[in-house]
Structures are given as C-alpha cells and as structure tokens.
C-alpha cells in the first residue's frame, strides 16, 4: 500500500511506521521532515511557490536528498556582496550537514552544467530555503537562504524554526539508527 503513495508520504509513513516499531507508542516522530529538489525547467516538474518572496518556481517530482541524509540543520550566516566596493551584508541562513550518502548527492548535484539552477529545501512540503548552484560542493554542508512565509518573518522566527529543524533531524538520525 505505500508503494502508490507519493515519495514524500512513504518518508513520512516510515518514520511513523519504524518509530513506533521501535520505541512503543511514546516515541515523539520529527516535527518536520526535510527533503531536497532540483530546480527543473519551466513547464516540467512540479510548480510552486517561494512563500517569502513569492517567486513561482519549478522543481523536479521527486527529492533527491531525503531527511535520513540530513545529520543537522543550524543557523549559518553568509556575508552577502551587493556592491563589490561595499563590504559584504552578513545574511542569516540554514547550514545544513549531510551524511556520506547526501554529500555524494549534493556533489553530482552542483557539477558545473547544473551552475545557474537552484536546490530547494522543503519541510513537510513547505518550500522553506533556496540554494543558488555556483560552484562544487564537496563537504556536504549547504548554505541555503531561508524562503519564509508571511510579511512578519523576523529573526526570532527564523531562529524558533532552525531550532524545531535541528531537533527534527537529530530525530531522525536517532529513528535512523534504531531501524
């Protein structure tokens, strides 16, 4: 019966199913669950929209980096550069940390023919984080720019979330384990 469910619904399915399994009914399942999307061409995959800036955008059907590759979500910060004779504007972001079989994806990901695409980071299928392919990543740690909802996203906000993302994918890891 899960095999006619989309992707996103076995992940969920499964966390529930081996969380359960293996805890009793007193294991607490992720508040979120994370999952990875190329950016595909306009009129293929799936459209959506960016819930902060409310750009509509196209992603490929399935993820190709799930939450089990996930090891940790934190709060990062990239220095932004506007005006090349400006110092570069520190930006808070999500720093996100993948196993060995997520910094393989990532890698094949963000070779330079995918250079101009974008990565999109979905929780419980809410579009939450942008990454703008520009270069290799090699070390399997993605600086993704939050995409958060509503005109009253603040950085508390922001910080509430990186903390619920944190615990969800130590979670995670920790059902991943006892499977």
Not at 23 to 44: D, L, Q
Not at 109 to 121: C, D, L, Q, S
Request: proline content about 8%; overall charge negative; charged content about 20%.
């Amino acid at each position: 019966m899960l095999m006619k469910w989309p992707s996103r619904m076995r992940v969920l399915a499964g966390f529930v199913l081996f969380g359960l399994a293996g805890g009793g009914c007193s294991s607490t399942p992720p508040k979120y669950v994370t999952t990875f999307y190329m950016e595909s061409p306009t009129g293929t995959g799936v459209d959506f929209v960016l819930p902060g800036s409310q750009i509509k955008m196209h992603r490929q059907a399935e993820p190709f980096v799930n939450a089990t590759s996930v090891l940790d979500i934190q709060e990062g910060q990239v220095g932004v550069t506007v005006d090349p004779n400006q110092a570069p504007i520190p930006t808070p972001c999500f720093l996100v940390y993948f196993d060995r079989e997520g910094t393989r994806d990532i890698y094949t990901h963000t070779v330079a023919e995918n250079y101009g695409k974008r990565i999109f980071m979905f929780a419980n299928d809410i579009p939450l984080a942008v990454f703008p392919i520009d270069q290799m990543v090699t070390n399997g740690v993605l600086f993704m720019f939050p995409e958060l909802p509503g005109k009253d996203a603040n950085h508390a906000k922001f910080e509430e979330l990186v903390k619920d993302l944190h615990e969800s994918s130590l979670r995670v890891q920790e059902l991943k384990r006892r499977q």
